[in-house]
């Protein structure tokens, strides 16, 4: 689903009809102009669905409070099996992944393996 210019009202639509899914390892949505509001679309996706092992949003226009949203949905999420996060090409800062980490990376339920995130904000 990258590059398809979904945008905010696509990705929730997305997302929306993905809480049932049972099947589904891995989605990809680089590039397509999600913002704060998709990326709390993705965290009840997230907290809803437990096959998701690929998550995939870089290049979209995601700030820190975008990815707290994220570790919301990763940490609520029952059994969640995310194994790969890609959120490079954002505008995260500093604090947001200050505050990622310690709530995800750093947390003893942790199943990330792969952390993608060149090209944000940090200093």
Same mark, same amino acid.
């Given at each position: 689903?990258?590059?398809?210019?979904?945008?905010?009202?696509?990705?929730?639509?997305?997302?929306?009809?993905?809480?049932?899914?049972?099947?589904?390892?891995?989605?990809?949505?680089?590039?397509?102009?999600?913002?704060?509001?998709?990326?709390r679309a993705i965290r009840d996706l997230l907290k809803a669905? /437990?096959?998701?092992?690929?998550?995939?949003?870089?290049?979209?226009?995601?700030?820190h409070k975008g990815l707290e949203a994220l570790a919301d949905?990763?940490?609520?999420?029952?059994?969640?099996?995310?194994?790969?996060?890609?959120?490079?090409?954002?505008?995260?800062n500093d604090i947001g992944f200050h505050n990622f980490f310690?709530?995800?990376?750093?947390?003893?339920?942790?199943?990330?393996?792969?952390?993608?995130?060149?090209? /944000?904000?940090?200093?």
């Amino acid at each position: 689903m990258s590059q398809n210019q979904l945008g905010v009202f696509g990705v929730c639509l997305l997302a929306g009809v993905l809480h049932k899914n049972r099947v589904l390892k891995g989605l990809n949505l680089f590039k397509n102009q999600m913002d704060v509001e998709g990326a709390r679309a993705i965290r009840d996706l997230l907290k809803a669905n /437990n096959t998701l092992e690929f998550l995939d949003i870089g290049h979209n226009r995601i700030r820190h409070k975008g990815l707290e949203a994220l570790a919301d949905g990763i940490k609520t999420g029952e059994a969640s099996k995310l194994k790969t996060l890609a959120v490079r090409m954002n505008f995260i800062n500093d604090i947001g992944f200050h505050n990622f980490f310690h709530a995800i990376i750093f947390s003893e339920s942790n199943s990330i393996r792969d952390l993608y995130i060149n090209e /944000n904000n940090l200093s």
